[in-house]
């Protein structure tokens, strides 16, 4: 069964660190291209960041530059997002998803579209 799943989402007040991990079960998350998404309530989903085949370019977008970092584990199978410094308005309901194409994540940004397989998201708030 092919599944992608996010955990690692919760409460934490401003300030405050998460890691949010994407795990794939069916297949290898090595071979594509992943993307992290966030959407809040009320708003459209927004890119986050992304990572494509080969690691060469990792995006981050300007609102979270500098405070996440998204990493692979390929032994696990698992692509990491690390959130520090976070704050109220990173609350939104985080999704990773997957794309075949490198050029669904450039350092330009993530090309939403092409990302076509989805985890079920986490929820992140981040609230005193």
């Known amino acids: 069964q092919v599944q992608l799943a996010e955990s690692g989402g919760g409460l934490v007040q401003p300030g405050g660190s998460l890691r949010l991990s994407c795990s794939a079960s069916?297949?290898?998350?090595?071979?594509?291209?992943i993307g992290w998404l966030r959407q809040a309530p009320g708003k459209g989903r927004e890119a986050v960041s992304c990572?494509?085949?080969?690691?060469?370019?990792?995006y981050y977008a300007d609102s979270v530059k500098g405070r996440f970092t998204l990493s692979r584990d390929n032994a696990k199978n698992t692509v990491y997002l690390q959130m520090n410094s976070l704050k109220p308005e990173d609350t939104a309901v985080y999704y990773c998803?997957?794309?075949?194409?490198?050029?669904?994540?450039?350092?330009?940004?993530?090309?939403?579209?092409?990302?076509?397989?989805w985890g079920q998201g986490t929820q992140v708030t981040v609230s005193s």
């Open positions: 069916g297949f290898s998350l090595d071979s594509f291209v």
């Open positions: 998803a997957t794309a075949d194409v490198d050029y669904a994540c450039s350092d330009y940004g993530l090309a939403t579209r092409r990302y076509g397989f």
């Open positions: 990572v494509n085949k080969n690691n060469s370019i990792t």
